[in-house]
């Protein structure tokens, strides 16, 4: 390899260990990945269980979910979900392929 293919090599290398961040590489090196989930408490957790599962019901069949007729705290509350999903927007590695970009184009 040229010297510039090198220190291009490793300046990629050194922004994929700053940039992916959303999934890690679990112990078994079985090209397995594990994305992580934080919550508050045990109550959030149960609350963002109970909320998809509200939500897979109503796309499922609007008409037997009769979650609301139960009481007010029954409702499906968006929010939470999208907090979630939230979570999983993989913005760093977005970032990286930004950078990836940039070092390609200043090679043409």
């Known amino acids: 390899m040229e010297t510039k293919d090198i220190k291009n090599l490793e300046n990629i290398k050194k922004l994929a ?5 959303t ?4 112990d078994d090196k079985a090209e397995n990945y594990i994305g992580e989930i ?5 109550y959030k957790l149960s609350s963002v269980i109970k909320n998809i599962l509200q939500l897979c019901i109503l796309a499922l069949d609007h008409e037997t979910h009769k979650v609301s007729e139960t ?3 029954q409702t499906i509350n968006v929010e939470i ?3 979630l999903v939230l979570q999983f ?6 970032e990286f ?6 070092l390609l184009q200043t090679e043409i």
């Open 97 to 102: 392929l930004d950078e990836i970009n940039e």
């Open 89 to 94: 927007f993989p913005l760093d590695e977005l």
């Open 17 to 21: 260990a700053l940039y992916f961040n």
């Open 81 to 83: 979900i999208l907090e």
């Open 23 to 26: 999934l890690k590489m679990t």
């Open 71 to 73: 009481g007010k705290n």
């Open 38 to 42: 934080k919550f508050l408490n045990y």
